[in-house]
């Protein structure tokens, strides 16, 4: 059987990893034995070797059909890729299946580099998180997290592809719209209670939570009984925030804050559509550590214009500030954004995460994923300071704890004896909140299929 990889999305997803538009490629199998046709040139691989058995029988056709392809464009093209033939969002999720194979992480490290053409010092990172997540990764069924997601910003990014909306346009619309979401929250905590759900972390992203009033934020806060749990709330951008916001989180059980500068570069934050400068970074950050809030602070590498130099100066200046977490991302084209359709792609990422995996300090890294069009086929990484790791990101990114989520856009998982089933919200603000009640009920009745499945 002879197929088009054009026809097969994961397949096609790592064609893409070495073009925008890809050659006309044809793969064909026959037991362990595969072959591909590049724009006519041939190439035969087999992968009898035992060592392939740890990959489940459920999934081999597949996955070595990924791997033929990306072994023949690696030969063809005479490039290789940090993450070898692996285009998923959870890398971590197959070094946790070779482990649960048998496998020491030592030979796990192998067997990355071996099977799926990982890189040793990406391999090598995802040993070091899955160490870090040692008792902090699995929690039994009876915990969930909330997250909450306020669509409001001062200005959109030019990478954002977030559910967003100016906040000066939308005042009036965004207390509306909080009045809603404390209705949705207090319910779905309320849900998920009488069913003996224990609340495990909370997160409140966006957007940006804080650029919310002060009164706003109140009412919204005002909706949690956080109790003694992990509480993050994402104060992204430092225009927005103020002692008194502070003060408020700090009054409801805020724990944690994100203070995102994404660059320490004044002329970059302006390029990429960020109305504030390096100097309010470093106010608000004064902000939020003289009131012992656990802080994260987010980069961006790749940004536009940005040189190896540029990035390093931003990420020592970070790391001199010493925050709890420390958040890189390589720069995605999303759909959504605006530079969705840009040419090109700063290829300088690379050497921007080379140098943070090669420069952690006192840091360890802890989480990791993978996103589409990420400049050259990169990944995005948290640091954490020992013991100061977010359980939050841990668990939704391993998808070990489900996620009840509330608010426009907001996405629901349900981890049902190790089956992920996600409802999301709908995007729209304004439909969110005409149509909030039936939205509301019918995601309820999403969780109690599962939930109540046994009664």
């Known amino acids: 059987m002879c197929i088009d990889i054009k026809t097969n999305n994961e397949l096609l997803d790592v064609a893409k990893l070495f073009y925008s538009d ?37 999934h081999r056709r597949q996955r070595l059909s990924k791997i033929t392809v990306y072994d023949a464009l690696r030969e063809y093209t005479g490039r290789t890729m940090p993450w070898g033939a692996l285009t998923g969002v959870r890398p971590t999720k197959l070094f946790y299946e070779c482990l649960r194979a048998g496998n020491s992480a030592a030979e796990t490290i192998n067997l990355m580099q071996r099977i799926y053409r990982v890189s040793k010092m990406r391999a090598d990172i995802l040993a070091k998180i899955v160490s870090a997540q040692n008792g902090k990764v699995n929690f039994d069924s009876d915990y969930y997290n909330l997250y909450v997601h306020i669509p409001y910003c001062t200005t959109r990014c030019t990478y954002c592809s977030f559910v967003s909306l100016p906040i000066e346009k939308y005042k009036t619309q965004s207390e509306e719209y909080v009045k809603l ?27 940006t939570p804080t650029a919310l009033g002060e009164s706003t934020l109140d009412m919204l806060l005002s909706a949690i009984d956080a109790g003694d749990v992990e509480y993050t709330c994402e104060a992204g951008r430092p225009d927005t925030v103020t002692k ?7 009054s409801h059980g805020v724990t944690r804050v994100c203070v995102n500068p994404q660059t320490l570069n004044d002329a970059t934050l302006k390029k990429i559509g960020r109305h504030h400068s390096v100097k309010q970074f470093y106010e608000a950050y004064d902000s939020a550590k003289s009131m012992n809030f ?15 130099n540029d990035f390093i100066n931003s990420y020592n200046g970070i790391i001199a500030l010493s925050p709890q977490n420390i958040t890189v991302h390589s720069l995605s084209k999303k759909n959504g954004s605006a530079i969705r359709y840009t040419d090109g ?5 690379a050497a921007m995460l080379d140098y943070v995996l090669k420069n952690m300090g006192e840091y360890n890294p802890y989480y990791l994923y993978r996103q589409k069009r990420q400049a050259c086929n990169l990944e995005n990484i948290g640091l954490s300071m020992q013991s100061k790791e977010c359980i939050n990101n841990i668990t939704t990114m391993e998808e070990t704890v489900s996620v009840i989520a509330c608010g426009a856009g907001a996405i629901s998982k349900i981890v049902d004896a190790g089956k992920i089933i996600r409802h999301a919200n709908v995007r729209d603000v304004g439909l969110y909140i005409s149509e909030y009640g039936e939205r509301l009920d019918a995601k309820l009745e999403c969780f109690s299929r599962v939930f109540d499945k046994s009664v």
């Open 244 to 250: 008194d916001k502070f003060s408020i989180m700090k």
């Open 345 to 349: 792609e700063n290829i300088g990422a």
């Open 181 to 207: 979401l404390c209705d949705e929250i207090k319910k779905s905590v309320d849900f998920l209670s009488v069913r003996g759900k224990k609340l495990l972390s909370i997160y409140i992203g966006g957007g």
């Open 294 to 308: 656990d802080i994260n602070c987010d980069l961006i590498a790749g940004l536009e214009d940005e040189t190896l």
């Open 22 to 58: 890809c050659p006309d490629i044809f793969l064909s199998a026959d037991g362990s034995n595969f072959s591909v046709n590049v724009d006519g040139k041939a190439f035969s691989y087999s992968y009898a070797d035992e060592y392939y058995n740890v990959i489940p029988p459920e």
